[in-house]
Nanobody
Framework: QVQLVESGGGLVQPGGSLRLSCEAS????????MHWYRQAPGKQRELVAT?????????IYADSVKGRFTISRDNTKNTLYLQMNSLKPEDTAVYYC?????????WGQGTQVTVSS
């Protein structure tokens, strides 16, 4: 079993920055991949970024966030991050962390990000 806890969301003005965190209940080195998703009101959940945790994989970003968001990890803290810069109102959503562990997918509870002046 894996628990994922997101934090770091909040209200930010357009052009601002936030860093989201996703702390895992076990070593993230044991996961296959980790991801950030988001879901805006009335829209489907969409993949924002993927970080492979095995060799040979590539970091992937949604076109809408390329050049603005960066996914990273700290193995010592069992934590996945999403650095979000140059935020836009259309980035407003609940952001979720997802991890694959032995073929099973686990979700966090989400953290709200609101970009508004």
């Amino acid at each position: 079993q894996v628990q994922l806890v997101e934090s770091g969301g909040g209200l930010v003005q357009p052009g601002g920055s936030l860093r989201l965190s996703c702390e895992a209940s076990r070593s993230i080195g044991s996961f296959t991949t980790m991801h950030w998703y988001r879901q805006a009101p009335g829209k489907q959940r969409e993949l924002v970024a993927t970080l492979p945790l095995t060799t040979g994989g590539y970091t992937i970003y949604a076109d809408s966030v390329k050049g603005r968001f960066t996914i990273s990890r700290d193995n010592t803290k069992n934590t996945l991050y999403l650095q979000m810069n140059s935020l836009k109102p259309e980035d407003t959503a609940v952001y979720y962390c997802r991890a694959y562990y032995f073929g099973n997918a686990y979700w966090g509870q989400g953290t709200q990000v609101t970009v508004s002046s």
